[in-house]
C-alpha cells in the first residue's frame, strides 16, 4: 500500500510542459482525420458516441512544439479546428505563451491540414506576418489561389520556404528536418517533418501512402527518433464499403504493425479516421494497446 501510494504521488506530480521551464517538446493538439470526430453526415456506430458525449469528441491532427526556455511555440496543421485548439493549448499550457504561435509548419494542401489558416484573416484575427513554413508547391499554391493568396497580400501571414531535406534551426537547439512523402498531391507535395530537440527527437508523417511507395526505410527512420507518430488513418481495408480504397492508399494499421515489431516501442498512431475502431472501440483499443503499439491522445505531452 506505501509503495502504491508513493507512486500515486510521483505520477499526479510529474512536471508537464507547461509547469517545466527547461524542457522542449510537444503536445498533441488534434488525432481524428481530416473530417474530425464525430464526422459529419455520420450517425453510424462509430460516431454514435461522440454525437451523444461531447467528451469524446476528437479535433483534427495537430500538434504544438513548445519552448519554455524562450516562451516560444510553434504550431504544426493549421486545422478546421483552429479555433477550439487555441484554447486548448492555452490551458493546456495555463497561459505561459502567446496566444498565436511563433510560426507554423504545414504538411500539404488537403482540408485538414490547412484550412484553419482563413482564421488569421481580416475577417477573424487579422493577424500580422505570422510565418507559414511550406515546401515550394504548397507555398505556389496559396500565393495563387484564393482566399489563401489575400492572407499573403494582407500580410496576415509571411510564407516561408523550406526545401526537401534541409534543416531549419529555431532556438534553444531545436531543429526541424523537413523530407517529403508520396500520398495524393492534387495541389502540393506532403511534407512530413522531423523534430529535433535537446532532450527527444519526434518523426510526424500524418499522411502518407503506403510506406512500401517510400524511398525510405520507416523502420531505418523511426530508429533515428524517440516518439514516431505516423499515419493510422484506416486499421484495415473493411472500413469504407462500398469506396474503392486505392483512391485512398493509406498504410492499414495493421499493416503497419506488422512492419513495425521491431520498433513498436517508439510508434504512436495518430490522424485516425472516424470509421478507425481504434478511435471509438474500448475493446479494439485495449487489445491493440496490449500489443506494444500507441495511440496518440489529445492533450498529450511527451
Not at 492555452?90 to 502567446?98: C, V
Amino acid at each position: 500500500m506505501r509503495l502504491l501510494i508513493l507512486l500515486l504521488i510521483l505520477f499526479t506530480t510529474a512536471p508537464t510542459l507547461a509547469q517545466n521551464k527547461e524542457t522542449a517538446g510537444i503536445i498533441i493538439l488534434g488525432i481524428a482525420q481530416d473530417g474530425g470526430y464525430p464526422h459529419m453526415g455520420c450517425s453510424k456506430e462509430c460516431c454514435n458516441k461522440a454525437w451523444a458525449n461531447d467528451t469524446n469528441k476528437k479535433y483534427v491532427v495537430s500538434l504544438a512544439l513548445v519552448d519554455p526556455i524562450a516562451k516560444k511555440w510553434w504550431l504544426f496543421e493549421t486545422t478546421p479546428n483552429i479555433k477550439e485548439q487555441l484554447h486548448y493549448f492555452r490551458q493546456l499550457t495555463n497561459g505561459a505563451y502567446n496566444n498565436l504561435p511563433d510560426g507554423i509548419f504545414l504538411t500539404h494542401a488537403h482540408i485538414g491540414h490547412y484550412t484553419g489558416l482563413m482564421q488569421l484573416g481580416r475577417e477573424v484575427m487579422n493577424t500580422h506576418l505570422v510565418p507559414v513554413y511550406t515546401l515550394p508547391k504548397m507555398k505556389t499554391y496559396l500565393e495563387t489561389n484564393g482566399p489563401w493568396s489575400q492572407l499573403v497580400k494582407l500580410e496576415n501571414i509571411k510564407l516561408i520556404s523550406l526545401m526537401a531535406d534541409s534543416t531549419l534551426a529555431l532556438p534553444d537547439g531545436i531543429y526541424i528536418k523537413v523530407f517529403t512523402v508520396p500520398h495524393r498531391d492534387e495541389y502540393s507535395e506532403t511534407a512530413g517533418f522531423s523534430i529535433n530537440t535537446p532532450n527527444k527527437k519526434y518523426l510526424f508523417i500524418p499522411d502518407i501512402n503506403k510506406w512500401d511507395k517510400w524511398n525510405r526505410s520507416i523502420v531505418d527512420e523511426i530508429n533515428k527518433v524517440d516518439i514516431a507518430l505516423v499515419d493510422g488513418t484506416f486499421y484495415d481495408g473493411n472500413e469504407l464499403p462500398g469506396r474503392k480504397m486505392s483512391e485512398v492508399p493509406h498504410p492499414f494499421v495493421i499493416e503497419s504493425m506488422d512492419l513495425l515489431s521491431k520498433v513498436k516501442s517508439k510508434t504512436w498512431f495518430i490522424h485516425l479516421n472516424h470509421t478507425n475502431p481504434l478511435l471509438w472501440d474500448a475493446s479494439r483499443q485495449n487489445e491493440f494497446l496490449k500489443s506494444g503499439y500507441h495511440l496518440a491522445r489529445q492533450g498529450q505531452q511527451m
